[in-house]
């Protein structure tokens, strides 16, 4: 059989107006498998945002011209081929009330710097399909056998069916969601669902340090509970 085409690496675009730090993200980035496109000043990082569909806007908060804030909101508004693009603020000082700012106008995350490769990586892992949704070795491995694990996917599957009622149900308890999201982390490591376990933290650190934006984090983590009981086979 004739090989199957590898995926295209994830686009970034990096608007950094420091140059050890463009220079860094950007060597980063490329040794992670990402491709990237790098600019020193806000307005031409929404020229290109408006022109080009990138995977990952890494946006500096203070740059020449406009900041992460004016260019994210000047995407929205006009509905560049970027718009819907995964946006990453960067910033070298951000407060706490700052970041849950970023969060509120839709900002998926902070990276604040100087960074590592890790958190590069942790970044590239937020993109869709960059986990996967089941891990099938991974789950071997944590549960001895196919056996145990086809009971283990059983329960999670029942699991997430009423977590996913609840989740549309009117009203919120955060103590009780955060709760609930700390167990189903567990379930997912036996299960081998890697993706809904990253979603899982990634919301239960939104409802932690700004749950009053916590919608987007919550339709996301829905997204991937859903694609998770589809792979499980409801």
Same mark, same amino acid.
């Given at each position: 059989m004739?090989?199957?085409p590898a %995926?295209?690496p994830p686009? $970034?675009l990096v608007?950094?107006? %420091?140059?050890p730090s463009?220079?860094f993200?950007c060597?980063g980035l490329? =040794?992670?498998?990402a491709?990237?496109?790098?600019c020193?000043?806000?307005?031409?990082?929404?020229?290109?945002?408006?022109?080009?569909a990138?995977?990952?806007?890494?946006?500096d908060?203070?740059m020449?011209?406009a &900041?992460?804030r004016? $260019?994210?909101?000047?995407?929205?508004?006009d509905?560049?081929? =970027?718009?819907?693009?995964?946006?990453?603020? =960067? =910033?070298?000082?951000?407060d706490? &009330?700052?970041?849950?700012e970023?969060?509120?106008?839709?900002?998926r995350?902070v990276?604040?710097?100087?960074?590592g490769i890790a958190?590069?990586?942790?970044?590239?892992a937020l993109?869709?399909?960059?986990?996967? $949704?089941?891990d %099938?070795e991974a789950?071997?491995r944590? #549960?001895?056998?196919?056996?145990t694990l086809?009971?283990?996917?059983?329960l999670l599957?029942?699991?997430?069916?009423?977590?996913l009622?609840?989740?549309?149900q009117?009203?919120?308890?955060?103590?009780?969601l %955060?709760d609930?999201l700390?167990?189903?982390? #567990?379930?997912?490591? *036996?299960? &081998?669902?890697?993706?809904?376990?990253?979603?899982?933290?990634?919301?239960q650190?939104?409802?932690?340090?700004?749950?009053?934006t916590?919608?987007?984090?919550?339709?996301? *983590?829905q997204a991937?509970l859903?694609?998770?009981?589809?792979?499980?086979?409801?």
């Amino acid at each position: 059989m004739p090989a199957q085409p590898a %995926d295209p690496p994830p686009r $970034v675009l990096v608007a950094d107006d %420091d140059a050890p730090s463009r220079r860094f993200l950007c060597d980063g980035l490329h =040794s992670l498998g990402a491709a990237t496109c790098e600019c020193a000043d806000g307005m031409q990082a929404l020229q290109l945002a408006r022109g080009q569909a990138f995977d990952l806007l890494l946006l500096d908060c203070r740059m020449p011209g406009a &900041g992460a804030r004016e $260019v994210l909101a000047a995407l929205q508004a006009d509905g560049g081929a =970027s718009a819907g693009s995964l946006a990453i603020a =960067s =910033s070298a000082e951000l407060d706490a &009330g700052e970041q849950r700012e970023l969060l509120a106008i839709g900002f998926r995350g902070v990276l604040r710097k100087p960074c590592g490769i890790a958190e590069l990586q942790r970044l590239l892992a937020l993109l869709p399909g960059a986990i996967p $949704v089941l891990d %099938d070795e991974a789950a071997l491995r944590a #549960s001895g056998d196919a056996a145990t694990l086809r009971a283990l996917r059983g329960l999670l599957r029942d699991e997430l069916t009423q977590l996913l009622r609840e989740l549309c149900q009117p009203g919120r308890d955060d103590a009780a969601l %955060d709760d609930r999201l700390h167990r189903l982390r #567990s379930a997912c490591g *036996f299960c &081998g669902a890697p993706a809904l376990a990253a979603e899982a933290e990634r919301l239960q650190q939104q409802l932690r340090e700004a749950p009053r934006t916590a919608l987007p984090a919550i339709a996301q *983590f829905q997204a991937t509970l859903q694609a998770t009981l589809q792979a499980l086979g409801t």
